[in-house]
């Protein structure tokens, strides 16, 4: 435990710092390959709880500590001990006696004695600690004070769910290729290998419990996608018919649009600007025995890859704060600034303008984000309306059952992520 924790505290320490989770953890990867294939899983389960959890363990240990640490890693390596001896089932003792003998691993002395007392200090005073601090909404909510409230003023009556529902381990989530077999097949193939799960909407099976990848049943066969069940909405909303003429313009890593060519036979360019993503498409497509033309592109510069022929149908998944899907990327939630929404909002505003161009009379956009700020959503689309007097925001089926949120929004929950979805035609 002591080299997962010094692990798992330089991690922490440098996404604090501003640095991505998944670089972090793919530079670690890399670097410790021995004690990554040894203590992956326990490597992630420790960075992501703590990122996870962070504003409470950040206001418990401020409130142990008599003034501040000056050591990052001094400071991160206490928070994932304060997140073991919280949320995981480890031995306390161990937890503490690993953490000190952890100093000394990150050079850190000194700090052995420091470090043995305010996690003592913690059991000792852990319920009326986390009562203090409860009140705290950064430490109650563990997300920054300016998403509390963007989310508070914007879904006044399901802000506090869609918070906790960020801390949640998110849902293990399939969709069945149905070209291939039922989601009743593959339920009862799950069941004869000891695998619980259930059925959600047209295509998809959520699990039970998490499994690892290769106990999948017919992943690598191509029988079945990861792939969230709010993100499984988008390709049945486009509509599609054979031999339609289509566009992915931010394909990666392909899950909607290899869905896409699931649901009928079209002519798909799946359009990515960045090529190692697309690395990752294709392999998808490969997986799924699909065939589509792939394009390294930036879809807010159509004059760069498109041939002057139109599309009948354009799925726009566009960059975005990514909200909606923290609990799956808990750094978004101490990286974001208030500010991103903004600049993603001009990205998003280019990029829709430039795609509209590439449609054709008649066809329709679908507009997706993984966003639950309506900066990004609800406003981005009426703006885009209001701009371009060809298009028509069309009426979607009920996406949830709670009339009083936003016509495409989709809040997180224990089953699904985040997501919002548009249907503009083109006069």
Not at 36 to 46: H, P, V
Not at 70 to 90: F, I, K
């Amino acid at each position: 435990m002591v080299e997962v924790q010094r692990l798992a505290a330089n991690v922490v320490a440098n996404v604090i710092a501003g640095r991505s989770l998944d670089a972090e953890l793919a530079f670690l990867w890399r670097r410790h390959a021995q004690s990554a294939a040894r203590d992956r899983g326990a490597i992630q389960d420790l960075t992501y709880g703590t990122l996870r959890f962070l504003g409470w363990l950040e206001a418990v240990l401020d409130a142990l500590l008599q003034k501040p640490l000056r050591d990052a890693r001094l400071r991160a390596l206490m928070l994932v001990a304060l997140y073991q001896l919280e949320h995981t089932r480890a031995a306390p003792h161990a937890v503490v006696d690993h953490a000190v003998r952890t100093c000394e691993l990150l050079g850190l002395a000194s700090a052995k004695g420091l470090t043995n007392a305010v996690l003592r200090n913690f059991l000792r005073k852990r319920t009326a600690l986390g009562a203090r601090v409860q009140r705290l909404e950064t430490a109650r909510f563990s997300h920054q004070q300016w998403w509390i409230e963007k989310l508070r003023a914007q879904y006044p009556s399901h802000y506090t769910a869609a918070l906790e529902a960020d801390n949640l381990h998110p849902p293990l989530a399939l969709r069945v290729n149905r070209r291939r077999l039922g989601v009743e097949n593959y339920l009862a193939m799950l069941a004869s290998q000891g695998i619980g799960a259930e059925a959600a909407g047209e295509s998809g099976v959520i699990l039970a419990a998490p499994v690892p990848a290769d106990r999948i049943p017919g992943l690598a066969e191509g029988l079945v996608s990861v792939q969230d069940i709010a993100a499984q909405v988008a390709a049945p909303l486009l509509d599609l018919r054979d031999g339609m003429r289509v566009l992915d313009a931010c394909a990666a890593p392909g899950g909607k649009a290899t869905h896409a060519m699931e649901l009928a036979d079209i002519d798909l360019t799946a359009l990515d600007s960045d090529e190692r993503r697309l690395e990752r498409v294709r392999a998808n497509f490969a997986r799924l025995g699909l065939a589509a033309r792939v394009v390294c592109g930036d879809a807010a510069e159509a004059g760069a890859w498109w041939d002057g022929k139109a599309f009948e149908r354009v799925l726009a998944d566009v960059p975005c704060s990514a909200s909606g899907v923290a609990r799956r990327h808990p750094d978004i939630k101490w990286l974001r600034r208030v500010t991103d929404v903004i600049q993603f909002a001009q990205v998003q505003k280019r990029m829709l303008d430039a795609l509209w161009q590439v449609l054709g009379s008649g066809g329709k956009l679908l507009y997706v984000t993984c966003s639950v700020f309506q900066e990004e959503n609800g406003e981005q689309v009426a703006n885009f309306v209001e701009r371009h007097p060809d298009a028509t925001r069309l009426n979607l089926p009920a996406l949830d059952d709670d009339p009083r949120l936003p016509a495409g929004q989709l809040l997180q929950n224990p089953r699904h992520d985040g997501f919002f979805y548009a249907l503009l035609q083109k006069a």
